[in-house]
């Protein structure tokens, strides 16, 4: 497995922008499958996006066009930049590891980041 770590949370008005980093530790980051994951109050965890390690990508519906995924694997990070946000985007945002295979499942992603909050206000 391997340790992830977010930055990037925080409080932004209705419209702006954001962007998530994940840093991953070990050598095999290039290898894994990222993916991003939100969860809200009272509510289940959802699949945000993901990207592949040959840099395939995946949405889903609710941020597609807002949000995009990259990632450095010379820095060992996952990004997710997101602009035009809503109050609804508001949630706790988790960075995740998939090492084997391709995906929105939340059971196929094996590490999991502590999460970080994202706040939009109205």
């Known amino acids: 497995q391997v340790q992830l770590v977010e930055s990037g949370g925080g409080l932004v008005q209705a419209g702006g922008s954001l962007r998530l980093s994940c840093t991953a530790s070990?050598?095999?980051?290039?290898?894994?499958?990222m993916g991003w994951f939100r969860q809200a109050p009272g509510k289940e965890r959802e699949f945000v996006a993901a990207?592949?390690?040959?840099?395939?990508?995946e949405y889903a519906d609710s941020v597609g066009g807002r949000f995009a995924i990259s990632r450095d694997n010379a820095k060992n990070t996952v990004y997710l930049q997101m602009n035009s946000l809503k109050p609804e985007d508001t949630a706790v945002y988790y960075c995740?590891?998939?090492?084997?295979?391709?995906?929105?499942?939340?059971?196929?992603?094996?590490?999991w980041g502590q999460g970080t909050q994202v706040t939009v206000s109205s």
């Open positions: 995740a590891a998939n090492p084997t295979s391709w995906g929105r499942q939340i059971s196929l992603f094996s590490s």
């Open positions: 070990g050598r095999t980051f290039s290898t894994y499958a």
């Open positions: 990207i592949s390690s040959t840099y395939y990508r």
